[in-house]
Structures are given as structure tokens and as C-alpha cells.
């Protein structure tokens, strides 16, 4: 398991699995803090967001930004573009499943000049 990493995503990020003898998916738990909204972005894998604790307000493609709380999931298929707003005073906490694993290459910001 590594470390808890700041992120140009303007979040915290701490890979729980992800190995090349097992790409066939990766884990990591993600903290946004009190009133940050995450990078535009699209990664090339599908992934799942799974909040584990906080709220937040949820931005998937072209669909109008919804709520999300401890508990809920979140299906993203590879190349939509996303954010994630913590809407609290505390921190926004959930798990994300990538399929296959996350690489570095797997992620492409959408705010920075193509």
C-alpha cells in the first residue's frame, strides 16, 4: 500500500491495490478537503466511485451534477468526463475501482491545453 499523495487532480490519493501481476483492475481511496472540486478529467479505464464517508455533488458527462453521499456508487465509463465537488465542512472520502488497473497514462485532464 502506498502513501497518501497530493494530486494535480486537487485531491489526496492513497493506492491501496494495483500491481502489473494483476491488471485486470486497481484500488485507491481518495480525500477531497472541505469545499474542493476536482479537476475536469476523463480516464481510459471504466472506474467506480464508492463514498465512504461526506457529501459531495457529482459531475458525469453531460448530465446535470447530482448529490452523492456515504454509501452511494458511482459508474463511470472510461472516457467520460468528471468532477467532484465536497459540498461539507469535512473531508469528502471514497474508494475508487479501476478496470482494468489505473495507470498513469489512464488519466487526461480536461482543463489543461490539449
Given at each position: 500500500?502506498?502513501e ?16 502489473e501481476?494483476?491488471?485486470?483492475a486497481?484500488?485507491a481511496?481518495?480525500?477531497v478537503?472541505?469545499?474542493t ?14 463514498l465512504?464517508s ?5 459531475h ?15 459508474y463511470?465509463p ?8 465536497n ?22 485532464s480536461?482543463?489543461t491545453?490539449?
Amino acid at each position: 500500500m502506498s502513501e497518501e499523495v497530493w494530486t494535480d487532480e486537487r485531491c489526496y490519493i492513497k493506492e491501496l491495490i494495483n500491481s502489473e501481476a494483476h491488471p485486470g483492475a486497481s484500488l485507491a481511496q481518495c480525500r477531497v478537503t472541505a469545499g474542493t472540486l476536482t479537476q475536469n478529467h476523463a480516464l481510459s479505464v471504466d472506474e467506480w466511485y464508492v463514498l465512504v464517508s461526506g457529501e459531495g455533488m457529482m459531475h458525469l458527462g453531460n448530465q446535470p451534477a447530482f448529490k452523492v453521499a456515504a454509501g452511494d456508487r458511482v459508474y463511470i465509463p472510461a472516457g467520460t468526463a468528471q468532477q467532484i465537488r465536497n459540498t461539507q465542512d469535512t473531508d469528502l472520502v471514497f474508494h475508487c475501482l479501476c478496470m482494468p488497473r489505473f495507470e498513469p497514462g489512464s488519466y487526461h485532464s480536461l482543463e489543461t491545453a490539449q
